[in-house]
């Protein structure tokens, strides 16, 4: 279980790149593209999915929950407004964020473009006076199985002051291995070293 710490860099990382400075990757053109592939008759590999659920002291993630447990949180993710996500197809070193419209996913879930990898940046803020304005933001990889369904889940605890990133198996509804980036936007081939592998990736969050 990797814990990172970087509160005090973090607004100045955050003013560096602002959402407004990233292009948008979008949800419904890639889906679109899917299809009309498919139509074409063309054979391509089937991409991996991604739901999105965040998760609090009182109530964490459920791998058992059925699809519409799961899509009802998805929309709670989406509506609380406390995330931003981020998504990098240059898994080696992030050069190239592009933000993600939540609001368009809704209760689907997201298609992939086509890796054997996943790069995202799941940025929070918390919103609600109880939380104090708890920040955090997590980067992270893991690899992906072609067609395989998948759930980021991120949790905040006010408890103990932590933001943790793990990743579902949809089919095992079981947790694998994910690798955390050297800082928010900052990453290094030697971040995918299996020896940088963990189930979980805790920081401690900031306060702003």
């Known amino acids: 279980m990797y814990k990172y710490v970087f509160a005090a860099l973090l607004p100045v990382i955050i003013a560096g790149c602002s959402s407004s400075e990233k292009p948008t990757f979008d949800i419904a053109a890639q889906q679109e593209k899917e299809q ?12 991996a999915s991604l739901y999105f659920v965040g998760s609090n002291d009182s109530q964490d993630y459920d791998p058992e929950w059925d699809d519409t447990q799961k899509t009802n949180q998805q929309k709670l993710f989406i509506a609380n407004g406390d995330h931003e996500v981020t998504l990098f197809t240059d898994h080696l070193e992030c050069t190239d964020p592009m933000g993600l419209n939540m609001e368009s996913l809704g209760t689907k879930s997201m298609t992939m473009p086509r890796s054997e990898k996943v790069t995202l940046n799941v940025s929070f803020h918390a ?3 109880a939380a104090g304005g708890a920040s955090c933001v997590n980067t992270f990889t893991f690899n992906v199985d072609e067609g395989k369904s998948y759930t980021v889940n991120h949790k905040f605890s006010l408890e103990d002051g932590l933001c943790t990133v793990s990743v579902f198996d949809d089919e095992a509804k079981s947790e694998i291995d994910v690798f955390a980036r050297k800082g ?8 995918l070293n299996e020896d940088n592998a963990a189930q979980r990736i805790e920081l401690n969050a900031g306060r702003f």
């Open 184 to 191: 928010p936007y900052l990453c290094t081939p030697e971040d």
């Open 36 to 47: 009309e592939a498919a139509k074409k008759g063309e054979v391509l590999p089937e991409p």
């Open 127 to 129: 919103n609600s006076f």
